[in-house]
């Protein structure tokens, strides 16, 4: 597998802000998101925010275990299928997390504000990355822990730059 370089990681990001807007493969808009949580919870944009991230933190956990025990890659620009499936439920969370603020991902401030909440989890990623070892279960767990820690991270940041 070649090196992962900045633009391809921009790249990544950029379709994952995308794919926010639109949905993928089946999965609620950001703003669908959003609007089912304000529809369960309407008094409370903090418990809204909460169950959001709750529920992401699961999906972050499954899809880091899931991706890391097949060792899968996506073509052509060699990124895992991991980062690009966490980049999108981080960018998701986010970006569902300001429209329950009353925020609109589409303004360029909001978005380079949501860009700097991914931005929080890179010290994470890093260390974590040395957690890891050859077993491809073990991968798995720790793969899954790592993700729900990182999405988790996300939605606290989120949630501290949109509600709080």
Known sequence: MSKITDPAIQQAIECAYEKAFEGFSGMDSAFELAQFYKEKYPSDKLEQANALINR???????????????????FPVDIPVNLVSLLFIQ??????????????????RVKALALS????????????????????????????????????????????????
């Open 91 to 108: 960018t998701r969370l986010i970006m569902a997390i300001a429209v329950i603020g009353g925020h609109d991902p589409k303004d360029v």
């Open 56 to 74: 992401q933190i699961a999906a972050g956990a499954t899809s880091g275990f899931i991706t890391k025990i097949g060792g899968l890659t996506v």
């Open 117 to 164: 909440c991914l931005a929080g989890n890179t010290a994470i990623e890093q260390v974590s990355q040395v957690a890891l070892t050859k077993v491809k279960f073990l991968d798995g767990l720790i793969g899954g822990t790592k993700d729900a820690v990182l999405v988790a991270s996300t939605g606290k940041i989120a949630k501290s730059i949109f509600i709080e």
